[in-house]
């Protein structure tokens, strides 16, 4: 044991690593899979073979790791004891007479299929491909002697699927809600807010162990377009993602309540979105091609439907050309198309693309979905609120955050975004053709609604199914000195030293809250300066 570890450190940050050509050798030298090592040093997959390929360096920390990695495999590779043992990755497995003395050794059983295995692959007796598997599974009825001595009956066995080893009999989720409230005593409050603290590290390993063997690899920290950086942590984004802020402009004829409906999961549900895999690119801007997606420079259309249906756009009152992404293009262009026919279609101007695909985050979406609706079904809210921090932190930290350091994606954060405001557009828009009264659409995943919604949408906490918020009178929307363009615009108050929203229109103070309720002056209590709410809000 060194008594210096500053030293070691600093020397594995200076010494010269090996030759490209050496680093993979020394890894299939000691048997150590590519992932299982990325793991270890704490980086991805697809990094760690950039560095063994040449194409890329390690720096850092990472650098450190890796150097003392490679140092002292090569000390194992050099010694004279290991000189004489053949560097494969697979050994011949070792016998065992299950424990009964004089019994007949035989081979330990295969951790993919349970039949004996033939080799031994980084301590895991197993055998070499799923055909061997196969055979085994056809003949170990007949062959295969019991530890009694009698052979066993004759069987076929069913087909079976070939597992990792890595991957067999594991849950990720489950087993860091199990160590999280063992930690805690368990104490779900304390589990969850530990749970929640470790989010983005563990969403990040989830993802790269769910992108083991996948088709396409993902590129963490490609060049940025000027128009996907931030100059400062106050500079506005450039890119308008298409965030609706609705109401309608006049008050409904029917006096029936109006039902605030809750859309579940909206964040995770847009997972399932179109990313661009590598660096974005200026590529022509029509016609659109379908088979890449990224950011667009475009004058949108003019939208005549704001009496009944909110923009597709957002709350946008500014003219002229604006950023937006592909989620959002894809929907202008649906909406302009003769199906719908709502609008022109926009005027592209420049586009930044690569090429893309919708299923690059599908497996870590199911993977969320499923352990959601486990945790639904089983009344675990410590698994409910940790699939929620999961997802929600892996989304607000894949632009240029200092949590998240191992992915920056800034434009998949505003795709994944834009692709959760074009879903709520489209379920307004199916409550608007079904004959329900839209009275609101705001935020990410809330729809306010006069008549029978249940005949349009299913009740319930399934991804694909709606939950009810709230219900409420329509006059709470619509007040009797109601204005005509109730725009909110912000309104500071020197002497107060606060901020308040008001509307343009009338010069009356609004709910911070709800952004709909007008307040008079005497309706707002002294104490509530800071947060100039209504009764309701309160």
């Not at 890119?239 to 409904?252: L, M």
């Not at 016609?287 to 949108?300: Q, Y």
Request: hydrophobic share 35%; glycine share 8%.
């Amino acid at each position: 044991m060194n008594g210096y570890p500053a030293l070691d450190a600093l020397l594995a940050a200076h010494t010269p690593l090996p030759e490209h050509v050496d680093r993979t050798r020394l890894r299939d030298g000691l048997g150590l899979s590519i992932e299982g090592l990325a793991q270890a040093i704490g980086t991805s997959t697809a990094t760690l073979r950039a560095w063994e390929e040449g194409s890329a360096e390690p720096a850092g920390h990472l650098r450190s790791a890796y150097a003392y990695f490679l140092h002292h495999a090569r000390g194992v590779a050099d010694s004279p004891a290991q000189a004489a043992v053949p560097r494969t990755r697979s050994e011949p497995v070792p016998a065992t007479n299950g424990g009964a003395p004089g019994a007949e050794p035989h081979p330990a059983p295969c951790v993919l299929c349970g039949k004996p295995a033939t080799a031994q692959v980084a301590g895991y007796p197993q055998h070499l491909s799923a055909e061997e598997c196969a055979q085994t599974d056809a003949t170990a009825g007949a062959s295969t002697p019991t530890p009694n001595g009698h052979k066993a009956k004759h069987s076929v066995p069913g087909p079976r699927r070939s597992t990792p080893p890595s991957r067999v009999g594991r849950d990720p989720i489950r087993e860091a809600v199990a160590a999280a409230l063992a930690t805690h005593d368990g104490d779900p409050q304390r589990a969850i807010a530990t749970l929640t603290a470790d989010a983005i590290p563990n969403a990040m390993r989830l993802l790269q162990g769910l992108r083991v063997g996948g088709r396409y690899d993902i590129v963490h920290h490609p060049a940025l377009p000027e128009m996907l950086r931030k100059t400062s942590p106050r500079t506005p984004n450039l890119i308008w993602e298409g965030r609706p802020n609705w109401q309608r402009p006049a008050a409904p004829q029917q006096p029936d309540p109006v039902t605030v409906l809750d859309i579940n999961g909206a964040y995770l549900s847009s997972l399932k979105t179109h990313l661009p895999l590598g660096q974005l690119q200026p590529s022509a801007p029509e016609p659109h091609d379908r088979r890449r997606a990224g950011i667009h420079l475009v004058t949108p259309p003019a939208w005549e439907h704001d009496a009944h249906l909110p923009s597709p756009l957002g709350p946008r009152q500014e003219r002229g050309p604006l950023w937006i992404t592909e989620p959002t293009l894809r929907l202008l262009l649906r909406l302009s198309g003769p199906q719908h026919a709502l609008c022109d279609p926009p005027l592209v101007h420049e586009s930044y693309t690569s090429g893309s695909t919708e299923n690059l985050l599908e497996k870590f979406r199911t993977t969320l979905r499923d352990a959601r609706a486990r945790a639904i079904d089983e009344d675990d809210a410590v698994t409910l609120e940790y699939v929620k921090a999961l997802y929600a932190k892996f989304v607000s930290t894949l632009g240029e955050s200092t949590h998240n350091r191992e992915l920056c994606r800034p434009d998949w954060m505003h795709i994944i975004r834009s692709q959760a405001f074009a879903n709520l557009w489209s379920k307004a828009y199916k409550a608007h053709t079904q004959g329900l009264t839209l009275l609101r659409v705001c935020g990410t995943d809330e729809l306010h609604l006069q008549g029978h919604w249940r005949r349009v949408f299913d009740e319930g906490r399934s991804l694909n199914e709606v939950k009810v918020k709230k219900t409420y009178a329509v006059a709470a929307l619509y007040p009797e000195s109601e204005c005509a363009e109730p725009w909110v615009e912000n309104r500071r108050y020197e002497l107060a030293g606060g901020r308040y929203l008001f509307c343009r229109s009338c010069g009356r103070d609004l709910c911070t809250g709800c952004r709909v309720v007008h307040l008079a002056p005497a309706a707002i209590p002294f104490q509530y300066n800071d947060d100039n709410v209504c009764t309701s809000c309160q």
